[in-house]
């Protein structure tokens, strides 16, 4: 255990993560800390603390003339800030307060009439599926070449 524990940095304490609430509108401040619980001292890169939202699409191919459904995550939102810099990290705590990011989908390009009801045609029946986004708020302390430590915590932003 000791060889991984120097070599990945694997096993040498926790980031722990916690929030004033677990529901945020956009444009709304999250408040919380971030613990360090460390057994030794650690050298790291930064701490920082994001607010991250996925989307997860859902498709139908035909391949082989049978339909298989296939999902992917997709990286929506990512807004992160750091807690602290390049340093010699020992256990404590350290408050932040970090804005909701609104999600931007670019542009809308507005369609004539009747092409517009064509392309919601065709696209109901190609498309992929967006399902609802799903929010998170990540603390991660940043170790170069060895494991960073993580906590990521689910929250709810209405649409």
């Known amino acids: 255990m000791e060889a991984l524990t120097n070599t990945l940095g694997i096993g040498i304490g926790k980031v722990k993560l916690r929030l004033v609430s677990q529901e945020a509108a956009i444009g709304e401040v999250l408040r919380g800390r971030v613990e360090l619980d460390l057994d ?3 050298e790291a890169d930064r701490l920082t603390v994001s607010v991250l939202a996925w989307q997860r699409m859902v498709a139908v191919d035909f391949l082989n003339r049978s339909p298989t459904i296939s999902t992917r995550k997709l990286p929506v939102v990512k807004k992160q800030m750091e807690l602290a810099g390049e340093a010699i990290y020992r256990s404590g705590s350290y408050d932040f307060a970090i804005e909701v990011p609104a999600v931007n989908w670019g542009p809308k390009v507005p369609l004539p009439e009747g092409l517009a009801e064509v392309v919601g045609v065709i ?13 998170f708020v990540e603390a991660r302390l940043h170790r170069t070449w060895k494991v ?10 209405p649409e």
């Not at 696209?123 to 929010?135: H, Y």
């Not at 960073?148 to 932003?157: K, N, S």
């Open 123 to 135: 696209s109901a029946v190609t498309s992929p599926v967006r399902m609802p986004l799903e929010w």
């Open 40 to 42: 030794r001292v650690v």
């Open 148 to 157: 960073d430590l993580t906590e990521r915590l689910q929250i709810t932003v």
